[in-house]
């Protein structure tokens, strides 16, 4: 009796002396380099060091040595432009089926290496664009499903794996527009605007009277500083438009929805902006109908304004992308770990990264971009 009671008195002197204390996590930080090359665009490498709990998107890093090899001999040095993004001082674009190596040297770190190179692309042929309402019995989208189907003639006969990606993008024609700010566009703008017109407002405006504005987004850009909210953008439309041009700016390109049930080229799990194929060495496709099916909505595309479904005019295009494997390991666990943080009974996984001494992708990949709509 006496040995259980100096137990318990010994358990509550435990208990009493215990405090919480807070225990400081801490975050190995290593360098994070990025760079997707394909043979239209220049050489663009992003360099970063890993996050922490503080800073979880991590930092760019600005002082960088960022050099590109081909068939191990030097070829570009990189230099700074901003936020992390390191830029070719030439032209020089990177080439089909040729092997490239990156080699990044930032202070206090191991020299970071990886390689890679573009693989050739698989040839395609559109056959057919079907924008008639179909009724599909599942689809990411509504059921039944308002899409149109495009169709693709898919041609891969090389005795190798072949790694697919195939995205599909908007493009607003308002983008496409010239504007000019005229009287009609400065008093329809007063008239419409939500809160009172101030005594800088007039002034303001015909400060840019008559000047031309490339794109919806650049004038409104400019109208930013007076107040004038989304809403105004068919007051801008009708009053403004003066022309077209056909400069494409690649942000400006934007997600489209995309689904397929085909037996190559699949979804991964609830991920609607990529369809995958893998083709492995011993499969030949030869005049292969591909058949996608792709968001489609009667007056437009439907974007959300200030919580406001708008439909757009917009132009539609398909980007097919033969990947690298290292390219196709990186693309896909990166969008199975997006799939996976809205369903709890999954676990992320670690994406994929061919990146020594640090972590991210070095990879090529070949781009086909065309307009189907």
Request: net charge positive; aromatic share 16%; charged share 20%.
């Amino acid at each position: 009796m006496r040995i259980t009671s100096f137990l318990v008195m010994i358990m509550f002197v435990i208990i009493g002396c215990s405090k919480t204390a807070d225990v400081p996590i801490s975050y190995k930080k290593i360098p994070v380099v990025n760079c997707i090359f394909s043979q239209d665009s220049i050489w663009k490498v992003y360099v970063s060091i890993s996050g922490s709990a503080d800073n979880p998107k991590g930092e760019a890093v600005p002082n960088a040595s960022v050099r590109i090899f081909k068939n191990n001999q030097l070829i570009e040095t990189l230099l700074y432009k901003n936020d992390g993004y390191y830029l070719a001082q030439t032209n020089t674009k990177p080439e089909v089926n040729t092997d490239y190596s990156l080699e990044v040297n930032i202070p206090g770190y191991k020299t970071v290496t990886a390689k890679d190179k573009i693989p050739p692309a698989a040839q395609t042929a559109f056959l057919n664009v079907d924008t008639t309402l179909s009724t599909y019995s599942y689809s990411p989208f509504d059921d039944p499903a308002e899409v149109f189907v495009a169709t693709i003639s898919f041609n891969d006969n090389e005795p190798i794996d072949k790694y697919y990606m195939i995205t599909p993008y908007y493009y607003e024609k308002d983008e496409l527009k010239i504007y000019k700010v005229t009287k009609a566009t400065i008093d329809s703008l007063l008239k419409y605007r939500y809160i009172a017109p101030n005594n800088n407002d007039s002034l303001i405006l015909s400060q840019i009277f008559d000047s031309l504005f490339y794109g919806k987004r650049a004038f409104e850009a400019k109208l930013k500083s007076i107040y004038f909210p989304r809403s105004f953008s068919s007051q801008i439309t009708t009053f403004t438009a003066v022309g077209t041009f056909n400069t494409y700016y690649p942000d400006l390109f934007k997600y489209h929805k995309i689904y397929s049930s085909d037996i190559y080229f699949k979804q991964l799990q609830d991920y609607y902006s990529s369809v995958f194929g893998e083709k492995k060495s011993d499969i030949t496709l030869t005049n292969y109908p591909l058949r996608l099916f792709l968001g489609y909505y009667p007056g437009g595309v439907p974007v959300n304004f200030n919580n406001v479904l708008t439909r757009i005019d917009a132009e539609i295009y398909l980007e097919i992308s033969t990947l690298s494997n290292n390219g196709y390991k990186y693309f896909t666990t990166y969008t199975q770990n997006i799939a996976n943080r809205t369903n709890p009974f999954t676990e992320l996984k670690n994406v994929f990264s061919n990146i020594q001494n640090g972590a991210g992708i070095f990879a090529g990949a070949n781009n086909i971009r065309v307009k189907i709509r």
